[in-house]
């Protein structure tokens, strides 16, 4: 069965960061491809990892502090609920790359973000309840981060896959 729940990391650099050990990864493996729909989903991610419930949820946290995680939540098609998605694609200057991502991820509607070695390197993707909002929102971003060159590539068509990075 496919995980109703997503993770998010802030950038591509996760998988260097600093204090990830195997068994964070094992976690954040396990919960985005399984997150058990459970009233303890962390005691039976424990179970399976033979890990505590405490340290599963001291674990997850850590991560998140970390930048590692940014959140966990119910994913759902947008569409499905009257809501619009983009693909959103940033040429970010070296030096404006950590104003830019946190300027992004204060947005509730971005749910992945991250960066690519190419001019643009910075890609999001965004929800929202009409296109004007993200409209006027990647005009905000850009007003307030300086970074100007910003492409909002909607979908045209929608193909649902699921994706799941192996750390």
């Known amino acids: 069965m496919q995980s109703l729940f997503y993770y998010h990391f802030l950038t591509s650099k996760w998988s260097t960061a600093t204090g990830m050990d195997s068994t964070d990864r094992k976690i954040i493996n396990r919960i985005q491809t399984h997150f058990p729909i459970d009233s303890r989903p962390y005691?039976?991610?424990?179970q399976d990892l033979n890990l505590t419930e405490e340290e599963v949820i001291r674990r997850v946290e850590n991560?998140?502090?970390n930048g590692i995680i940014r959140r966990i939540g119910g994913n759902f098609g947008?569409?499905?609920?009257g809501f619009f998605s983009t693909l959103c694609a940033a040429s970010v200057p070296d030096d404006k790359i950590d104003i830019f991502t946190k300027t992004v991820n204060a947005y509730t509607g971005v749910t992945h973000?991250?960066?690519r070695e190419h001019r643009y390197n910075i890609w999001f993707t965004f929800i929202a309840s009409s296109?004007?909002?993200i409209e006027q929102s990647l005009k905000t971003?850009?007003?307030d981060t300086g970074v100007t060159d910003i492409l909002d590539l909607p979908a045209t068509d929608?193909?649902?896959?699921?994706?799941?990075?192996?750390?």
């Open 43 to 46: 005691q039976k991610i424990g």
């Open 63 to 65: 991560l998140k502090q």
């Open 78 to 81: 947008p569409y499905n609920l």
């Open 113 to 115: 973000n991250y960066m």
């Open 131 to 133: 296109r004007h909002i």
């Open 141 to 143: 971003i850009a007003r």
């Open 158 to 167: 929608l193909f649902k896959i699921s994706a799941n990075f192996k750390v």
